[in-house]
């Protein structure tokens, strides 16, 4: 009786440590795609002038996001146009919100740096909407369109996300369907386009939030 205790404890820990083992190499699989989706990030380096190597400033971390900026493909041109479902199924158009500054930021229920920027966002949506300040929430988490229960299932997720995040802006569903107009590479992304429709700035990756509301003073004030 015991002996047989000990065979089935033994088959028992084996199992656990296969699917333990499954389940690491799974983890590590999702860990080396995101990171190769991750795309450039924000690095704080010392100024090469300085002689006395001291960090650098929150205005120099601006600076090097600025420069970031510059280099944006879609940085001074018409932002692509869409057509997307927002949580409640209705169609919202990009051109819809001409007229108004506005924030379109592509980000994922997964994406822990998104988890960051949101409660910013919620912020400025409510400190700037004096000043005609529109922000768009564009999940581009993966919708499997061809099952109808998952993908109810997928969208009560994202809709539970953004109701536990307190999202007080329009959440939008697929953003994956627009990700090559935008040139997409991480997340987050996030444009800033002018009353006019033209992409003033653009950041890819968590960025300072002074640099945020930065951009956003460019996308109210900017003139096309």
Request: hydrophobic share 40%.
């Amino acid at each position: 009786m015991r002996r047989n205790f000990i065979v089935v404890a033994g088959m028992v820990l084996a199992l656990a440590l296969m699917l333990t083992a499954g389940v690491v190499n799974y983890l590590h699989r999702r860990a080396e795609e995101r990171a190769r989706l991750s795309g450039p990030q924000l690095t704080l380096v010392p100024d090469q002038g300085s002689s006395n190597g001291a960090a650098p400033s929150a205005s120099d971390a601006s600076q090097t996001a600025a420069d970031e900026d510059n280099a944006t493909p879609l940085n001074g041109k018409t932002a692509p146009a869409f057509t997307l479902q927002d949580l409640s199924g209705n169609k919202v158009s990009l051109a819809s919100f001409k007229g108004h500054p506005l924030v379109v930021d592509f980000w994922a229920t997964w994406c822990a740096p998104c988890k960051v920027e949101i409660p910013w966002f919620e912020k400025l949506h409510d400190e700037y909407a004096s000043q005609g300040l529109e922000i768009l929430g564009v999940s581009s988490d993966d919708l499997d369109k061809s099952d109808p229960a998952k993908l109810f299932t997928e969208k009560r997720d994202i809709a539970d996300f953004a109701k536990q995040m307190h999202m007080n802006y329009p959440v939008l569903l697929d953003g994956a369907s627009v990700e090559d107009a935008y040139q997409l590479e991480a997340y987050p992304t996030t444009f800033y386009i002018d009353r006019n429709g033209k992409v003033v700035a653009a950041t890819v990756g968590l960025v300072p939030r002074d640099l945020i509301e930065e951009d956003i003073k460019k996308a109210i004030g900017a003139t096309s």
